[in-house]
């Protein structure tokens, strides 16, 4: 919510990048809390481009990364290549079990 309302805040006043830069920072923030990756790298990518738009140096943007993953196995394989490129281990770690139905009728976000 934080990073539509800077993007809307942007595109009302182009040249008060102040509102929109606090509210990009504060999307990351909340991101991060949350340690939900996806929303993190959107507000990320988005403050980066207002910093080169407004001709700042966009170096100081931390993007998320991890170096963690699963051991090796059918299963961690498949956490490693789906669940990885948008949660933190953390976060799947923490996640409720679900059997095998549940998680079949979960929608599929990689196609």
């Known amino acids: ?14 040249a008060n990048t102040a509102a929109g830069e606090q ?4 999307a990351i923030a909340i ?8 929303f993190e790298l959107r507000a990320a990518l988005s403050l980066a481009r ?3 738009a ?10 998320p990364r991890s170096d963690n993953t699963f051991p090796g196995g059918a299963g961690p394989d498949a956490m490693n290549n789906d669940c990885l490129i948008c949660h ?3 976060m ?9 139905a549940g998680w079949q009728g979960l929608p599929d976000n990689n196609s």
């Open 92 to 100: 799947v770690l923490d996640q409720a079990t679900l059997s095998q």
């Open 1 to 14: 919510m934080h990073r539509i309302r800077a993007e809307i805040l942007l595109k009302r006043d182009p």
């Open 50 to 52: 207002l910093y080169c």
């Open 23 to 26: 509210s990009l920072q504060a």
């Open 31 to 38: 991101a991060q809390s949350q340690r939900a990756r996806s």
């Open 54 to 63: 407004a001709n700042r140096r966009a170096d100081n943007v931390n993007f």
């Open 88 to 90: 933190s281990a953390g």
